[in-house]
């Protein structure tokens, strides 16, 4: 915002814990530091497979107390080899500890679900608090279109059928409950602060996708969430003090992140991997975006940016979107990837046009 901000609007801003201080855009050349993790108590929902999964293990090999929560049996397998993988490494060195991570089954469309998985994660950790929550959990788009073709135009009114809102609700009610939550719980002071870790922040970090950020043409469920996901991290990036720190002491700050993927390498795009080769349409990989979620619960000079996770592998090419006011809302920085042909937005668009070769989107 251009000019001096009126100090009386400032003051205002600040007794309702929002900061008017500009953030200043990732820098991609420092490196990561996950010793910072060691000790913080995380949760990451969808954390069974994909980006999920590839979070729960960075951060339970990084020395967190990590919950995964997800509706997938598949939770559990990943926490017993992780722990199988920690054994191991304690046999080789006697510095290294067992990981410590647990799976817990959870419906993100339940608040009493979330409301005990939350509470479980915050028992988990030895100073009983909770520092870092990683939205993942998603599900995959549908095109309407399947549902006019289905739906004949004289339909009786017992006919006419609403088109699914599963989507929806996982990707954008799921998260909004999440966030409820997170902003509730980070609240809760250390049982044992000789143990907990030293951080000044409390970390949330949204999983959105680039479909919040342009059109998915008839995708209208998966649009609709990720734009709405990117909505209410705009609600929060700035609410620096939305926990009362400044005003009430030992209160912590609170921080948010966007991670907006391209389209990641997942078993569930795998059907559409022929098609990705034969127009030359490259995805993102996995580590890309577990690496651009590391970045920012490491790093606590990193808040109210979002991230978009490009094809390029292990962070290489992803890039701060710059999405506020003063930028666009993030259309300058994406429309130069786009240019630069790092981002295949036209060759996308064909696909789109041809559903046979269309992936199955997916955030984890």
């Not at 590839?54 to 997938?72: I, P, R």
Request: aromatic share 8%; with cysteine.
């Amino acid at each position: 915002m251009a000019g001096s901000v009126d100090p009386r609007i400032e003051a205002l801003c600040y007794a309702n814990g929002i900061s008017w201080q500009k953030t200043e855009p990732v820098d991609f050349g420092k490196a990561i530091n996950t010793s910072t993790l060691k000790g913080q108590s995380a949760i990451v929902t969808g954390g069974a497979s994909g980006i999920g999964a590839g979070v729960v293990a960075a951060l339970a090999e990084a020395g967190a107390y990590v919950t995964s929560a997800d509706l997938s049996g598949d939770g559990q397998k990943l926490v017993d080899e992780l722990k199988a993988r920690g054994l191991q490494h304690k046999g080789q060195s006697s510095s290294l500890t067992n990981y410590s991570a647990q799976f817990i089954k959870t419906d993100v469309l339940s608040w009493s679900s979330l409301v005990s998985m939350f509470r479980a994660a915050i028992d988990f950790a030895p100073h009983h608090s909770l520092d870092i929550v990683v939205t993942s959990a998603g599900l995959r788009s549908n095109s309407i279109v399947p549902w006019l073709k289905n739906t004949p135009i004289d339909a009786s009114d017992s006919e006419l059928k609403p088109f699914s809102g599963n989507v929806l609700e996982v990707n954008l009610l799921g998260t909004w409950y999440c966030t409820q939550l997170a902003l509730h719980f980070f609240r809760s002071p250390a049982a044992d602060t000789a143990e907990a870790p030293k951080v000044q922040s409390k970390q949330l970090v949204f999983l959105a996708s680039a479909a919040g950020y342009g059109d998915q043409h008839s995708q209208c469920d998966y649009n609709t969430s990720k734009f709405g996901v990117r909505g209410l991290w705009h609600s929060l990036r700035k609410c620096t003090g939305i926990l009362g720190h400044g005003t009430i002491a030992g209160a912590p700050m609170f921080q948010t992140n966007l991670i907006a993927p391209w389209f990641v390498r997942t078993n569930m795009v795998a059907s559409s991997e022929p098609a990705f080769k034969q127009y030359g349409l490259r995805p993102a990989e996995i580590p890309d975006a577990v690496d651009a979620i590391l970045r920012c619960v490491t790093d606590e000079s990193i808040y109210a940016r979002s991230i978009m996770v490009a094809p390029g592998g292990k962070e290489g090419n992803n890039f701060d979107v710059y999405d506020d006011m003063e930028h666009g809302a993030g259309v300058q920085e994406i429309l130069k990837r786009v240019k630069s042909g790092l981002l295949q937005w036209d060759l996308l668009e064909t696909l789109q046009g041809k559903p046979e070769h269309m992936p199955k989107w997916t955030d984890s």
